[in-house]
């Protein structure tokens, strides 16, 4: 595998806006449903100020933290890019880019989760699994993790289809 120079010009800040722009979408997408399938564990009741919606109060919520997630999720996509020197570094990822993304995503979610947590922004039902030893939940704990795993497979299988 030969390594490309990035270098600045228009046709390739179109390409590289162009392949996070579909990483973003494809993030979003997949983070909407995450976090309305997950919502139910969660209790707002004290917290979780932004509901606002009479029908479905708590959709304002879940996509400010959606919209985060997809940019955390692009974000690490360019990070891995800028490592590869190469934006299309999906199409030859291997077991190293796994584990610095399962690194990553579940480091930056404890922290995120045992904040959250502190500042009783939110709190969990009684139906949420609790990782042992990190008292944060399972669900949000695997979420980045596996979002940005299952969003860059997405991706390459989109840019593979659309380059043949």
Request: glycine share 4%.
């Amino acid at each position: 595998m030969t390594k490309r120079v990035i270098c600045v010009g228009p046709n390739i800040v179109y390409m590289l806006m162009k392949i996070f722009f579909l990483v973003f979408i494809v993030a979003l997408a997949l983070s909407l449903v995450w976090e309305h399938l997950h919502f139910p564990l969660y209790d707002c009741s004290a917290g979780c100020s932004v509901r606002t919606l009479a029908l479905f109060p708590s959709v304002p919520l879940l996509v400010k933290a959606s919209v985060f997630d997809a940019f955390f999720i692009t974000l690490l996509y360019c990070l891995i890019s800028i490592v590869h020197q190469n934006r299309n570094w999906v199409r030859w990822w291997n077991l190293g880019d796994t584990l610095l993304i399962l690194g990553i995503g579940f480091s930056a979610t404890a922290l995120l989760e045992h904040n959250a947590l502190a500042l009783h922004k939110w709190a969990y039902t009684t139906a949420m699994p609790i990782v042992p030893f990190l008292d944060i939940g399972l669900s949000p704990f695997v979420q980045l993790a596996l979002l940005a795993l299952t969003t860059y497979t997405i991706v390459e299988k989109l840019e593979t289809f659309f380059s043949n």
